[in-house]
């Protein structure tokens, strides 16, 4: 099933009942990214499917932007098990519903917001690092 931004947007302004104020948006906002980090999190320390092994980045600027991409690393190792995979992609739908709530609450577009920094990102490509 496929679905755009504004569509998105638009089904999430017909469902939002509770939670309609911007004071509760904001707050369900935050609540859900630390919803969604403890869905990141367990899957190493519950479930164990994942390992994060965080080590310092090393950048060298000696080498080319490519050769340092190829020696980063996201620190997780292993894969996402199908229940934690369900969970976590189910706090990212939330944290997108209450985005998306905010940004009708302020009159935004989603799709605007995403196009702007879309376009953000590929006018200063590596610069945007800074």
Same mark, same amino acid.
């Given at each position: 099933?496929?679905?755009?931004?504004?569509?998105?947007?638009?089904?999430?302004?017909?469902?939002?009942?509770?939670?309609?104020?911007?004071?509760?948006?904001?707050?369900?906002?935050?609540?859900?990214?630390?919803?969604?980090?403890? +869905?990141?999190?367990?899957? +190493?320390?519950? @479930?164990? @499917?994942?390992?994060?092994?965080?080590?310092?980045?090393?950048? *060298? /600027?000696?080498? *080319? %932007?490519?050769?340092?991409?190829?020696?980063?690393?996201?620190?997780?190792?292993?894969?996402? @098990? /199908?229940?934690?995979?369900?969970?976590?992609?189910?706090?990212?739908?939330?944290?997108?519903?209450?985005? +998306?709530?905010? @940004?009708? +609450?302020?009159?935004? *577009?989603?799709?605007?917001? %995403?196009?702007?920094?879309?376009?953000?990102?590929?006018?200063?490509?590596?610069?945007?690092?800074?």
């Amino acid at each position: 099933m496929s679905c755009n931004c504004s569509e998105f947007q638009n089904t999430t302004s017909e469902l939002q009942l509770l939670n309609k104020s911007i004071l509760d948006i904001v707050t369900k906002l935050d609540e859900q990214t630390s919803m969604l980090n403890r +869905a990141v999190f367990k899957s +190493a320390t519950h @479930c164990g @499917c994942i390992e994060i092994h965080g080590t310092k980045q090393l950048y *060298s /600027p000696n080498k *080319s %932007f490519e050769e340092n991409q190829k020696d980063l690393d996201t620190h997780v190792e292993g894969k996402l @098990c /199908p229940k934690c995979k369900d969970k976590i992609e189910e706090e990212m739908g939330e944290l997108l519903f209450y985005l +998306a709530s905010m @940004c009708s +609450a302020l009159d935004l *577009s989603l799709v605007e917001v %995403f196009s702007k920094k879309h376009q953000h990102l590929k006018t200063l490509g590596l610069y945007n690092l800074l």
